[in-house]
């Protein structure tokens, strides 16, 4: 039969088994963490209708849709999760409880041009929570404490929430009277880290909208630093000039008022006015986050305030707040920076059973045993040599391998063999699911992230 | 603004916050199952060369398929898991350690005329073992195992697995010299449930190929009934005459052996010689498990033995075994007919916060606390009236509601409301995430199907 080339689709990860495990539990951490915060989990459908899908989107986004016909439907894959909650919330905004908190870990399509490290198909997870008609700004505080939640127990330590607020950036600009030129100035400031202070400096004066004292003014305003007393007590400089500003100012107090009471450390947050977040529908907080050893990653977890989630669908007023965290580029990344703990166990299974008898029932028994025991098991009974079967036991990594032979079933115990240490204990048989519970549950802990 | 309307294509499933826990439930008890028997989580894509993807596809499947051309690509999105196995073992193959044993949870896509409880986007649910070259028959016997411990772990008693053999029937049809009609036969037998015996037997003798002779053995042989023991008594009258047969006969002696160790009741399992699975690929044990309450659902989860999975990738011989559950049907089938325990909680929090001071912090902090210790906590913090804030824990059905008033703060408690009961308690501000964890854990438990 002629064959066909099997061959999996570049910019689709696909990973082995050892790395699905670790892939499996960072998403778990992340499950877990947000269903501690009361959101609830919802899937939605990867098809929409174009024009539901599209309604918003435009230019580059467009562009890179997963686009098409079937039968008289114009369809496209979602390209991320949040213009589906968008559609989900103005469906069923009769059915839901206000505000409505909800995560999503799901696969998004975007046909980038394919490059190491980018994906074509790769899973967001997200959390938002909507209001209706309102949202109160404490939500807003809540969302860095659910960061740092959810990446401290992933293990990692050194990384660092920065936060913004946009309506001090809106406010900050329409003082200079730059009202209408605030978009392209976030776009050059935005570039400041790339390029340093003094270049940015220079390419501001460049622009025609800009008076030189202007330009002194946003570099000397984005640039302000230091702890966030000292950040917020500096901004307070700038009280009285500008209303939307001010409304800002008061709305980043609150945040930073109730980030300890939230459990997030002073040194894990910081005020950061260079951050604007490129999307246009942040309308107040927004977040980034950044790992202090690998800063060229950027941020591994974003988002912001916005007023409007559903404009494109309902009249009705739906504002929100939320964080995405692009997650196979993240595991990508740890991958490729050794950060994942190979400690942790990846095997398919706790315990492998090799039978040494014709009569496989006592080996059969032994493993529903196990099972009926929560120890995750496997039966071998491929006719292989002992050392293949020994070999295959080293290569899937599992724990321990239980020898089940005539005199063993004569004496109602079973070999177990610790695949680390080597070392090998008679138990009966009755006993042996908790042996084995008792001592992998001694054996696990350790985070997802080496620390 | 002009508004787009907001719609959900038709066939695609997408769930209520209640039900989607619902359905998540119904996952992880899949899930858990699955891992106890040891199999690897895999997650291939959703998208594929449709060249790899349609290798063996054609007819009607071929028709369903979402195929679309992106770029220079011409791309199609999966129509179950088996086909992204056979190319992921293909294309790893020097890579996995055989047995492989995987089990994949993942949407699959068909462009199936829409109609009630019928899904163009569905879960399926399957696991597979996987030989290199061989594989024992213990793992065709261990399939149903996985099957009872799965739908009793939902809370399913009545239901019944249905086995049988496909070399039992191919050596069957060669002993009457219809070796090359099996397969039309066999898709006549299939009617049997539905048309019964006598009009089956009607049908048979219209066969042109068939002798009315042949047409009578052919019904005596498939309406062989009565217990195990007896079924396999009377198939050994046929012993000797096909070598086939005798094999399958063999191995349908085995699996029956070990179903009892494997912890399966003599009553969940049936021989049962009508079973033969549509699909070509089946060469040995087949199985069909059906609710005894409603048979008219038929089978919630089939499979069986085969002996090359991937034929159209490479010359490798790499016979397996498998099952599905079509995940999405099965939760709507379930839902249908009123099966969902309705008393698990399908909250998205365990308590929810009211706090009644102005400064938030000490809510804030008692929420922090209530996460430290594993209790889900959400935080209400909208502006609105008592009574709307009631409705609100209502609605999402929260089982406890803390109020953190002035009075509370000053004496250090919490006054926690049991929602079900309306019992209210003052508790020690530090103990209450224990006292909370300890009444939920105390009426945790349920399964997810009722009994």
């Known amino acids: 039969m002629e064959k066909v080339k099997a061959r999996t689709l570049s910019g689709f990860m696909e990973l082995l088994p050892r790395q699905q495990e670790q892939f499996e539990r960072l998403k778990a951490v992340l499950e877990e963490t947000y269903r501690l915060y009361g959101f609830s989990p919802l899937d939605t459908p990867v098809i929409e209708a174009s024009e539901v899908l599209l309604a918003k989107a435009g230019g580059e986004t467009e562009k890179q849709i997963y686009r098409f016909q079937k039968g008289d439907s114009d369809l496209s894959l979602r390209f991320d999760l949040t213009v589906p909650l968008a559609k989900y919330v103005a469906l069923h905004q009769g059915e839901l409880s206000f505000p409505f908190r909800r995560y999503q870990i799901g696969k998004v ?18 959390i938002d929570v909507i209001g209706d008609g309102k949202l109160d700004i404490i939500n807003e505080a809540e969302i860095p404490a659910i960061i740092y939640r959810t990446f401290t127990q992933l293990g990692l330590e050194r990384f660092l929430i920065r936060i913004n607020n946009r309506k001090i950036l809106n406010g900050f600009y329409a003082m200079l009277g730059l009202a209408d030129h605030a ?10 880290d790339k390029i340093g202070a003094e270049k940015l400096g220079l390419l501001l004066c460049e622009e025609p909208y800009l008076s030189q004292d202007a330009a002194d003014e946003i570099l000397s305003f984005i640039l302000i630093k230091g702890s966030n007393a000292q950040v917020l007590e500096r901004l307070e400089e700038y009280r009285g000039r500008n209303e939307v500003f001010d409304q800002g100012l008061d709305e980043l107090h609150t945040v930073a008022k109730y980030l300890g009471s939230f459990g997030v450390p002073e040194d894990h947050f910081a005020i950061d006015l260079t951050i604007a977040r490129g999307l246009d529908y942040y309308t107040g907080t927004v977040y980034e986050t950044t790992l202090l050893d690998h800063p060229e990653i950027g941020s591994v977890c974003s988002g912001g305030r916005y007023d409007n ?78 050392k ?8 899937i990594a599992v724990p ?23 070392d090998q204990e008679k138990v009966p048989l009755a006993d042996a699911p908790a042996w084995l519970k008792a001592r992998l549950a001694a054996g696990a802990g350790g985070k997802v992230i080496r620390g």
Chains 1, 2 share one sequence.
């Open 109 to 126: 399509y975007r046909g980038e041009r394919a490059q190491r490290g980018r994906f074509r198909e790769f899973y967001q997870a997200d």
């Open 309 to 386: 989630l559903a404009e494109y669908y309902t009249d009705k007023q739906l504002p929100g707040v939320g964080i995405s965290i692009g997650l196979t580029r993240f595991f990508y990344v740890l991958q490729e920076q050794g950060l994942l703990n190979e400690d942790l166990p990846t095997a398919p299974c706790d315990v492998l059973v090799l039978p040494m008898t014709e009569d496989l029932s006592p080996a059969v028994a032994f493993a529903t045993a196990c099972r009926e025991g929560g120890v995750r098991t496997q039966l071998y009974t491929e006719p292989k040599k002992f």
């Open 388 to 395: 293949a079967k020994m070999n295959y036991a080293d290569r």
């Open 183 to 192: 978009p392209e100035v976030m776009r050059l400031v935005d570039k400041l």
């Open 400 to 422: 321990y391998v239980a020898f089940l032979g005539e005199d063993e079933v004569l004496n109602g115990v079973v070999s177990l063999k610790d695949m680390v240490t080597g």
